[in-house]
């Protein structure tokens, strides 16, 4: 049972565009969502939160966009860059203090 | 910034072998935790501890157990190791103040043959 789920499992776009990536969740317990960015080799690193108490987060060119009622979010990458390039992660954790991780989704984006 | 070492990096270990990969965190969290990676699965929860000399089962602990001997020190332990652990394995640590940020170590490639 995977309680948090990415919808695409890779995802290429050109410089510039803009990369949203879409994750869902189960479990309405679930109120804080992190996002997380792994480079090839490297360990995964925390990019951008989101408390289940607001809708829309955003740092520099990284947006979630989040909504309750439907159990879903959005990471959305505006003038996307070839070093953003990585694999992004949706977790999830509730009081219970442990991350639940979807699978991943890989972006590509191509010069 | 915390410090989290993993070693081996890499490691190839027969079937039925027992394999010990070990966690350095220098950030005095109290938290850390053992995460298997996998294509198609993310990362997944194996083993995690609280508190030195303490661990707790994550959602996948079947063959594998866990040591955390010290605040800084973590281990896991494959008994006997089978071919379907092998995966690339990572350790992570928080402080019990940090609203769930993890920090990763850069991974350990175990493959078994």
């Known amino acids: 049972q995977q309680q948090v789920r990415q919808s695409s499992q890779s995802l290429t776009v050109w410089e510039g565009e803009t990369a949203i990536l879409n994750c869902s969740y189960e479990?309405?317990?679930?109120?804080?969502f992190p996002w997380y960015q792994q480079f090839p080799g490297e360990g995964p690193a925390l990019l951008i939160a989101i408390r289940s108490v607001s809708d829309k987060k955003e740092d520099g060119r990284f947006t979630i966009f989040f909504n309750k009622r439907e159990k879903n979010l959005s990471l959305h990458i505006k003038d996307s860059q070839p070093g953003d390039s990585a694999t992004y992660f949706c977790a999830a954790t509730g009081s219970f203090n442990k991350l639940t991780f979807g699978a991943g989704t890989r972006l590509a984006v191509c010069p | 910034e915390a410090a989290v070492t993993q070693s081996p990096r890499s490691k190839v270990a027969v079937t039925g072998g027992k394999v010990t990969l070990s966690c350095h965190q220098t950030?005095?969290?109290?938290?850390m935790y053992w995460y298997r990676q996998d294509t198609g699965h993310g990362l997944r929860l194996i083993h995690y501890?609280?508190?030195?000399?303490?661990?707790e089962k994550g959602d996948i602990p079947d063959g594998y157990k866990a040591s955390r001997p010290s605040q800084e020190n973590f281990s896991l332990i494959l008994e006997l190791a089978s071919l379907s652990q092998t995966a690339v394995y990572f350790c992570?640590?928080?402080?019990?103040?940090?609203?769930?940020?993890?920090?990763f170590g850069a991974g350990t490639r175990l493959s078994v043959l």
């Open positions: 950030n005095n969290h109290d938290y």
């Open positions: 479990n309405s317990a679930f109120d804080y």
């Open positions: 501890s609280y508190v030195a000399d303490s661990t």
């Open positions: 992570a640590s928080r402080d019990r103040h940090s609203q769930n940020t993890l920090y």
